[in-house]
């Protein structure tokens, strides 16, 4: 194992450590569904068997985007959209931490969205949590690519004349390799499904139903919702692309017409990751590139060394 991969010894992990050591008190609203997601991640990393420094998690801006004020861990905080770049280069020069991104449905079908397809497509090696609330909550309630047709907001006084984006759907076009819908108001679901994602191998997408009980208060709260392994109603095989686009359609179209179905809809163990693709073509060195960083006898460019070069 690499010197520089955060690795520690197997032990017993505690889902406690992953509460910061100085507690922030979360500013999200009472009832928010983001409430959810942080506790069904601290609930997962345990059963993974990842400890906070092993770990690195970056996010998106919204209110889902302070996910990483509230969970202990390596954190990257970045700009609008662009939690996914940052997580495939942090995996790709360190492929021994767990990289784990995460963000609004604003921030990741929206400005976001190219980043999101081709993180998919090229199956990175990571898992991507969307807090869908379909809306855009931290700038207060604006019309985002999941709010439903005729959804009322005060950019769309008038009702979305918009049909929503489907998530499921997009990703599994995309071509991402493990797809999971769960909700907030389901946690011990989220949980099992959220340390599924993190042990696939390859990107696992979780779209993460969550409510906003202050700017999106004509929306469902995703209760009831039907579990689709756990109802007799449903038994598409996860490991078929077809059955499972045929089960997200059937989701995506019902959750806005009352029901919300939830679940595992797709995995593919057998594609590899991008990593191992450019490791089996001879493009990417065993070792981390992150290594080069501490290697002072490497021959490579410092970023300080190519800013002098063109000044
Ligand atoms: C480049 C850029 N454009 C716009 C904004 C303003 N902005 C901040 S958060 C946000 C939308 C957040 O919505 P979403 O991603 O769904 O997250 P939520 O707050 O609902 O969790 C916007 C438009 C920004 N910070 N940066
Ligand atoms: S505005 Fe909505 S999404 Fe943001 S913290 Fe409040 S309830 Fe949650
Ligand atoms: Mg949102």
């Known amino acids: 194992m690499s010197a520089f991969s955060a690795i520690d010894e197997e032990r017993e992990i505690d889902r406690d450590e992953f509460t910061p050591g100085i507690e922030p008190q979360p500013t999200w609203c009472p009832g928010c569904g983001d409430f959810g997601v942080l506790k069904a991640l601290k609930q997962a990393m345990p059963e993974v068997g990842r400890t906070p420094d092993e770990t690195l998690l970056c996010t998106g801006i919204g209110c889902s985007g302070k996910l990483n004020s509230y969970f202990e861990s390596y954190g990257f905080h970045t700009i609008h959209g662009r939690s996914l770049p940052v997580a495939r280069a942090a995996k790709l020069a360190n492929p021994g931490v767990e990289v784990i991104a995460a963000g609004g449905d604003g921030d990741g079908y929206g400005i976001g969205g190219n980043h999101f397809?081709?993180?998919a497509r090229e199956n990175h090696d990571m898992t991507y949590i969307v807090f869908n609330n379909e809306i855009f909550g931290l700038t207060k309630g604006q019309t985002s690519p999941t709010s439903p047709k005729g959804h009322k907001s005060k950019t769309q006084p008038s009702g979305s004349a918009k049909e929503p984006l489907?998530?499921?759907s997009l990703s599994l076009s995309a071509g991402a390799s493990y797809i999971a819908r769960t909700a907030a108001v389901n946690p011990n679901q989220a949980a099992d499904i959220i340390a599924e994602a993190i042990e696939h191998d390859g990107f696992a997408h979780v779209d993460f139903?969550?409510?906003?009980?202050?700017?999106n208060k004509d929306a469902k709260q995703y209760v009831p919702y039907t579990d689709i392994q756990q109802?007799?109603?449903y038994d598409h095989d996860i490991n078929d692309r077809r059955e499972a686009a045929?089960?997200?359609?059937?989701?995506?179209t019902k959750l806005h017409e009352g029901e919300i179905l939830t679940g595992r809809y797709y995995v593919d163990d057998d594609r590899p990751s991008?990593?191992?693709?450019?490791r089996a073509i001879g493009e990417m060195p065993e070792e981390?590139?992150?290594e080069r960083y501490?290697?002072?006898?490497?021959?490579?460019?410092?970023?300080?060394?190519?800013?002098d070069k063109h000044t």
């Open 117 to 119: 397809i081709h993180t």
């Open 166 to 168: 489907r998530p499921l």
């Open 209 to 215: 139903l969550t409510q906003c009980p202050t700017w």
């Open 231 to 233: 109802s007799d109603d």
């Open 246 to 252: 045929e089960m997200m359609y059937e989701t995506e």
């Open 274 to 278: 991008y990593g191992q693709e450019k």
């Open 288 to 290: 981390p590139l992150a």
């Open 294 to 307: 501490f290697d002072e006898d490497a021959d490579w460019d410092r970023t300080y060394d190519l800013i």
